[in-house]
């Protein structure tokens, strides 16, 4: 049997033709125009799917189930929408209107819980029933599996870890609060500690790789950091304390098995990741009695919206 | 069939014979006496145990199965308190030595994960499957229940709520780390933030109120408070904010059916709790389209110990 994976993000939908471990065989996607109304996003996201099935020769009665992520607070059990602000949905119960197209079995949930099933089933999580996925991004998304399950909370209002507050009356957060986790180890927190950092330090190196590469970015302090710069230095041990901190936080509660990290920085190198894990081990509760579980690069990437998606429907389907 | 629940603390071990409604029919007590080898106490306890169900007359095949509730690292899966400063227990096998007195069902779990259970079996939190409660004293302490059973992590070692950081190079916690939600949450951190306002406010109230009762306490604040001495209410509403971030963070990470606030500061009353919950709404992730859901005292008091061990043994042997 095959399941789709589908992923509306604010810029593309992505679908793709998922097998039972979890391989893609064939993926497709179209641009999300977000200003449309749902009827016509969703009508979009069944053409992706009925012309993949069509293209890999593959009956619908082949097909198990579908499932969607996309950003917000999704209610999985009722299979509503409740918010997502890229996505201008509100209240959108996106399976009624998934219907009229097919009478395939189809799910939803969040775009970031999806991903952490997605890693647990068949990425770097595989083997382990309670697993933390964060994504280091624009912002920072958490997605915790508990017991093999999404942990989605009343409403699928919860897993909102990027906003668990590590400094009181801290960084302004652009959630409107202040102090979030997102606030300082977000890639926009990064950028925004690189800049300090640049302003301070008017020899540091990052002023060369800045006017070389046209714009601060999320590399800038790593280049930097890598040539011995110290203000480049600083800026790096600052964001992975700034990491470090809010994991600490996860691990004291969740004590999970493995912790994945993913999204753009992720992709720095192992050598990052074992700076992450050093501050955690050094700092998380318990010390010597409670060892802390290992901290991994995120495996499944780009990919990850469609076969958490499609993980999504076979744990709703089974 | 009836259950016993035993609550080893650092100064009592208590049991208690435990009906299947939660009701505790008849309790009995002994001191700890922690500097004594682990297989001491464990026979106090059964000796407790025995007593308990020769006075009331029921048999041991009446009885279903013993549950054990402590401080420290516990791992239920496997039977083993694994750390627990307050009894100098390391790695103690309770089960095994447990079974040395009888072949009833044992098993053990953390105090304030079995607490948790219990308020969400038969106290606070009844009708619910996913609560937390927070115990407010020495030090904050926390429950999670999720999907109807308790999240206690990898080797037992997870639920350290008390230690999640919410000021990141802030307040000294007994734990070594600082900024732990426990360093301003706790009881503890109250007479701490009472004492500081002391030194700052010669003409407070809460001066004479000290000079009444003899030293600072946990109440004299709130007494200070209700008289409008302002920097009695200062240090309230500081105590609330400290409270209320920390519930702000597990409020987004799990969003529970109901959140429960146990402990010696809880008996402050219903406008208490009701601050809180004023500062948890206004600050908790998702404004207007996720609501909070409620936070009460917790019922079970000085029984939670007691039932929440009663409510392990009928979770783990149903």
């Known amino acids: 049997m095959y399941y789709v994976g589908i992923d509306i993000g604010g810029m593309t939908i992505k679908a793709g033709l998922v097998d039972e471990n979890g391989r893609i065989l064939a993926k497709k ?9 749902y009827s016509c996003l969703v009508a979009d996201m069944y053409n992706l799917l009925a012309s993949l099935a069509q293209e890999q020769g593959i009956d619908f009665d082949k097909i198990k189930a579908i499932g969607i992520g996309c950003p917000g607070t999704v209610n999985t059990k009722k299979g509503i929408i409740t918010y997502s602000g890229n996505l201008n949905f509100i209240n959108v119960d996106i399976i009624k209107e998934f219907k009229k197209h097919t009478d395939l079995a189809v799910c939803v949930g969040n775009d970031a819980n999806c991903a952490a099933l997605g890693e647990v089933m068949f990425g770097g999580g595989k083997g382990t029933k309670n697993a933390i996925l964060i994504t280091l991004g624009t912002g920072v998304g958490t997605g915790f599996v508990v017991d093999g399950k999404i942990l989605e909370g009343v409403d699928g209002a919860g897993a909102e870890g990027g906003h668990i507050c590590i400094k009181m009356d801290g960084q302004q957060c ?9 606030a300082y180890a977000s890639a926009t927190a990064l950028m925004r500690i690189t800049k300090e950092a640049m302003k301070n330090n008017p020899h540091s190196l990052m002023h060369k790789i800045v006017s070389e590469h046209g714009e601060v970015s999320g590399r ?3 280049l930097a950091y890598k040539t011995g710069d110290k203000a480049g230095q600083e800026v790096v041990n600052e964001y992975v304390k700034n990491i470090a901190w809010g994991l600490v936080n996860l691990v004291n509660i969740f004590r999970p098995e493995i912790i994945m ?15 992450i894990e050093k501050v955690v081990v050094k700092h ?8 802390v579980c290992p901290i991994v690069a995120a495996a499944l990437g780009n990919d990850a919206g469609i076969v958490g998606a499609a993980a999504l429907a076979m744990q709703e389907f089974n």
Chains 1, 2 share one sequence.
């Open 284 to 291: 998380a509760f318990g010390g010597k009695y409670n060892k």
């Open 261 to 275: 990290i993913g999204g753009g920085v992720s992709h720095e190198g192992e050598y990052f990741i074992k700076m």
């Open 174 to 182: 652009t959630c409107g609060e202040k102090g979030c986790w997102e």
């Open 220 to 222: 800038t302090a790593f």
């Open 29 to 37: 996607s179209c641009a999300t125009k977000p200003e449309r109304h």
